[in-house]
């Protein structure tokens, strides 16, 4: 039971961290022609690839010193981070 209350925490620091000082972007295109370009926020992310996927790559985004952080999915999916 303190595993998943640390995790909650954690996962509020980087919700924190995340609307104070990014903004991501997600994209994406089928073979359909439908297309997704917009502006997400923490729990539009993890709605999009999940609670793993989207702390790792968060945690990335924060310790790189780059401008932009660009992650790339298999299934097309490009999420990037602008740092603020």
Same mark, same amino acid.
């Given at each position: 039971? =303190?595993?998943? #209350? ?14 104070? !000082? @990014?903004? #991501?972007? #997600?994209?994406? &295109? &089928?073979?359909?022609?439908? =297309?997704?370009?917009?502006? %997400?926020?923490?729990? *539009?992310?993890?709605?999009?690839? *999940? ?5 790792? @790559?968060? =945690? !990335?985004?924060?310790? &790189?010193? /780059? /401008?932009? %952080? #660009? ?9 990037? @981070?602008? &740092?603020?």
């Amino acid at each position: 039971m =303190t595993k998943l #209350v640390r995790n909650n925490w954690h996962n509020l620091d980087l919700r924190r961290e995340l609307s104070t !000082n @990014f903004r #991501v972007k #997600v994209y994406s &295109s &089928s073979d359909c022609g439908k =297309t997704l370009n917009s502006l %997400v926020g923490y729990s *539009g992310l993890i709605d999009l690839i *999940g609670l793993e996927l989207a702390d790792k @790559f968060i =945690t !990335n985004a924060i310790l &790189s010193d /780059q /401008q932009n %952080v #660009v992650n790339n999915l298999r299934r097309g999916l490009k999420i990037t @981070f602008y &740092s603020k």
